[in-house]
């Protein structure tokens, strides 16, 4: 026992194993390279099942990333998101039209009335007058409140386009009893009333290219002059590049310019007027 106690305790030493110092940061890169080909792999499948005009638009930007080049959309400031409309595309904005105003409460009481249609200068937006007015009071170059709902749901989707407009003025061919105030002069104020109305309702300033009294020089239905199918409100959606010559086609169409009378300016109310337009 007493050379039990003069034995040095024993001391047990336990060292840590390290690893073979720093393997560096490789596996980082190769898992960073293997994210980036998945990704630009998802991309190609998703251009591959993509429309014609998706594909254009990252190929425009691809060529032109500034955006100042001839792009599927507007490179215009705050013009909304919505794309240019030509030839291609004009159906999508007519049906896309179609399902804004089926949406309006009162659809069911004026859809008779309004008709859209593509031609060689744009989509032509007719707003068909009744017997007793639609949209704008009987006589007057005033919209009614129907009227107003619709050329404001209108202008909530043209005024996100970058496309110019013409609004046209037409009526039948009644005469007013007034010689100082004619169809020129209502066909022209109600041009412009719309035109006031739309542009407090989201379309552009710069983007109203013209504005058209016609009173009773295109009627809808010539064979019945005063008919209330002649009295009208059309907006045309222009192209932002016509199709091959459909637009001189449709020049040839309408009348002489001496025909035509651009509204400015035409505030004055009629004194005197008959019933109907």
Same mark, same amino acid.
């Given at each position: 026992?007493? +050379? ?9 030493? &336990? ?19 293997? !994210? ?5 792999? =998802? ?19 691809? /060529? ?42 009162? =659809?069911?009481?004026?859809? &008779? ?7 060689? +200068?744009?989509? *032509?937006?007719?707003? @068909? ?15 009614? #409140? /129907?009227?107003?709902? @619709? ?5 909530? +989707?043209?005024?996100? @386009? ?27 104020? *109600? ?11 989201? !379309? ?5 290219? /013209? !504005? *058209?009294?016609?009173?009773?020089? /295109? @009627? ?10 002649? *009295? ?17 086609? #449709? ?8 025909? #035509?009378? &651009? ?15």
């Amino acid at each position: 026992m007493a +050379e039990d106690k003069n034995l040095a305790p024993i001391i047990i030493i &336990k060292k840590k194993v390290g690893h073979g110092g720093h393997h560096g940061g490789a596996w980082k890169v190769a898992y960073a390279d293997f !994210v980036t080909a998945m990704m630009a792999l =998802f991309i190609v499948l998703w251009l591959l099942s993509s429309s014609e005009q998706v594909k254009k638009a990252v190929g425009g930007y691809f /060529q032109d990333p500034t955006g100042n080049g001839k792009l599927m959309g507007s490179n215009m400031s705050g013009n909304g998101s919505g794309i240019s409309i030509d030839a291609a595309n004009m159906d999508k904005l007519k049906e896309k039209l179609e399902q804004a105003m089926k949406a309006m409460p009162q =659809f069911e009481k004026f859809k &008779k009335n309004v008709q859209i249609i593509i031609t060689g +200068e744009g989509l *032509r937006i007719e707003m @068909l007058e009744g017997e007793k007015g639609m949209f704008f009071e009987s006589g007057k170059p005033s919209p009614s #409140e /129907q009227g107003k709902e @619709l050329l404001a749901k209108l202008s909530e +989707e043209l005024g996100k @386009l970058p496309n110019k407009l013409l609004i046209e003025g037409h009526t039948d061919a009644k005469p007013y009893a007034s010689p100082t105030y004619t169809n020129w002069e209502l066909s022209a104020d *109600r041009a412009n009333a719309a035109r006031r109305m739309m542009m407090e309702s989201g !379309v552009r300033t710069d983007q109203v290219a /013209q !504005v *058209r009294g016609f009173a009773d020089q /295109q @009627l809808r239905k010539p064979d019945d002059p005063e008919s209330p199918g002649n *009295r009208r409100i059309t907006v045309i959606v222009q192209y932002v590049t016509p199709p091959p010559g459909e637009a001189d086609e #449709e020049d040839e169409k309408k009348p002489a310019s001496e025909g #035509e009378k &651009k509204a400015e300016g035409h505030g004055e109310k009629p004194t005197e007027k008959k019933s109907g337009h």
